[in-house]
């Protein structure tokens, strides 16, 4: 099975263009030509399973379209998708700020959706996506240290929960890459798939490492890259995975 996972910056660009006439200004300029070229390029990976980080849901620099639907459609996936803010947010109630969503495109038969919440952050969404022999959990955290670390320990907690193999993926904002996950991925028995610890951030220039895609036990990793597709502030990754073959009984 294929994994991607890009953080796509609301398809607003990068480089000088993203900040002309005024630092940021890509954040709201109609973003379709770049779309297009994300959607392209992920249709190409021919993933199972694509995670969207920073995905808008329809305002108006899509011109109230939904990037998540419309990339699916166009590579022949289901959709699910959630703002990434708490559920009592003000930012919920904010023009642009409300249509900001991570999303799961999935190919595979979905046994179930779910979003959870963290206690903690801005950031607060978690998607849980169940396939009829793992769990994926798709995370943004904050970018605050001490609220990262009991984002973690949230995580943790369901992880523990179920009993399929599990899948953590997302952008971790970790400025300190894989060292400061340690703790938690060793209490949740997890591994880094990007064992060169290859920085994702930023995407024209990497040297940091913000993403990941970590696996449990039952999961066995047969490959793994980062792309050199720079639509986006973040490179995105590809994971390629199959569940592993039990141990042999004497």
């Known amino acids: 099975m294929r994994l991607l996972l890009y953080n796509i910056r609301y398809a607003a660009g990068t480089g000088m263009a993203f900040n002309l006439p005024v630092p940021g200004a890509g954040y709201v300029r109609p973003n379709k030509a770049n779309l297009a070229r994300i959607t392209e390029f992920i249709r190409q990976q021919d ?10 849901t329809g305002s108006y620099r899509t011109g109230r379209q939904n990037q ?12 699910t998708y ?4 708490g559920e009592a ?7 642009v700020l409300r249509n900001q969503a991570n999303a799961f495109l999935a190919a595979p038969r979905v046994h179930g959706e779910r979003f959870h919440y963290f206690d903690t952050g801005i950031k607060r969404l978690i998607i849980e996506l169940e ?19 009991y984002q973690l320990r949230h995580l943790h907690e369901l992880i523990s929960a179920g009993d399929k193999p599990v899948i953590v993926a997302g952008d971790f904002n970790t ?50 890259d980062v792309l050199k597709a720079r639509f986006s ?11 592993a073959e039990p141990p042999s009984t004497p």
């Not at 993933?47 to 808008?56: N, P, S």
């Open 233 to 243: 502030d973040h490179l995105p990754l590809l994971c390629e995975f199959r569940l």
């Open 131 to 149: 396939l009829e022999q793992v769990r994926i959990f798709l995370v943004h955290l904050s970018l605050k240290y001490r609220h990262r670390q």
């Open 89 to 95: 947010s003000v930012n919920k109630n904010i023009p």
């Open 175 to 224: 400025f300190f890459g894989e060292h400061e996950m340690y703790l938690f991925m060793q209490a949740a028995r997890l591994k880094s798939a990007n064992v060169d610890r290859l920085p994702t951030y930023p995407s024209r220039s990497p040297r940091s490492e913000l993403d990941f895609v970590l696996y449990g036990e039952g999961i066995e990793v047969t490959s793994f």
């Open 68 to 79: 998540a639907e419309l990339i699916a459609d166009a590579i022949g996936h289901y959709s």
């Open 47 to 56: 993933a199972d399973i694509v995670g969207l980080v920073e995905i808008d």
């Open 82 to 85: 959630e703002c990434k803010y």
